[in-house]
């Protein structure tokens, strides 16, 4: 029996399996469990099969298709963009107009830092909305950004003899307005920033207080760490102790090595704009 026979011999088995799941998939006595079930190997089934198709094609389609209106795309052009701006002294914030994305960089010697101090891996990202949310122009979007980094700025300052703002700097970038989430988004994915609440270990430098009828809340860890917030003083419990967030910090830097340099930052940027 020749290879086409065979491949011929296996599609009649596959239809006529075809035929018997259809009448079994339309017996109406089947649980939901058995349902549930039953649709994920079928669309297994069909991820193969689809796969299978492509194999056979002579002409090789690419894995993804770019698309300039992607707002993750887009974002992802923002954030390498922010990137290129000059770092600046986290003490000396100038005022400026404008909304957009921003990043922190520390460069001292707190302990369980030093696999970030010095290095093109921000500790922390975020984005300031603009006052008017079709704002423009930076007039119109306000002074946001800087007023966000003054937050942060005020905070870090705050911690009790851990951190020292001098070992800290920013960059920034004004975005137009309605595209600073995505460009936020793909700096976290890029840096996992350990400050941020997406990254889970650090979070609460952003925290501006809880009022007197919440502080049964959890202290969160950014706090516990670097304690010196007086409301934060005034909560009991740490929702994370030293111990567990030291480890974090140490499996983290494992699974997301800093980044050295601006060419590793942009290696990494390019590898991903790859089409298979």
């Known amino acids: 029996m020749n290879k086409k026979s065979t491949a011929s011999d296996s599609v009649d088995v596959l239809r006529a399996s075809l035929e018997r799941l259809t009448a079994e998939a339309s017996d109406t006595s089947l649980s939901n469990a058995k349902r549930k079930k039953l649709e994920a190997q079928i669309k297994e089934a069909i991820d193969g099969l689809t796969a299978?198709?492509?194999?056979?094609?002579?002409?090789?389609?690419?894995?993804?298709?770019?698309?300039?209106?992607n707002p993750k795309v887009v974002g992802r052009f923002i954030a390498l963009a922010m990137v290129a701006q000059d770092r600046h002294p986290l003490p000396d914030i100038p005022k400026f107009y404008g909304s957009g994305v921003y990043a922190i960089y520390y460069k001292g010697t707190f302990p369980a830092y030093q696999p970030i101090s010095a290095?093109?891996?921000?500790?922390?990202?975020?984005?300031?909305?603009?006052?008017?949310s079709n704002a423009r122009s930076p007039i119109v979007q306000g002074a946001k950004l800087c007023g966000r980094l003054n937050d942060h700025r005020k905070n870090i300052g705050k911690a009790n003899n851990t951190l020292d703002l001098a070992d800290f700097e920013f960059r920034s970038l004004v975005v137009q307005s309605g595209w600073e989430t995505a460009a936020e988004d793909y700096l976290i994915h890029l840096f996992r920033p350990i400050w941020n609440s997406e990254t889970n270990i650090l979070y609460g430098l952003g925290k501006h207080g809880d009022a007197a009828t919440t502080r049964a809340n959890k202290r969160s860890p950014w706090d516990t760490l670097h304690p010196g917030r007086a409301w934060a003083a005034a909560t009991t419990q740490d929702a994370k102790s030293v111990g567990e967030i030291d480890a974090e910090l140490v499996k983290h830097f494992a699974g997301?090595?800093?980044?050295?340099?601006?060419?590793?930052?942009?290696?990494s940027f390019i590898e991903e704009l790859r089409q298979g």
Do not use: C, M, N, R
């Open 119 to 132: 290095s093109e891996t921000p500790i922390y990202v975020g984005q300031a909305a603009p006052a008017i």
């Open 256 to 267: 997301h090595p800093a980044y050295p340099d601006l060419e590793s930052v942009l290696a």
């Open 52 to 69: 299978l198709l492509t194999k056979l094609d002579p002409i090789a389609l690419p894995t993804s298709v770019f698309d300039p209106s």
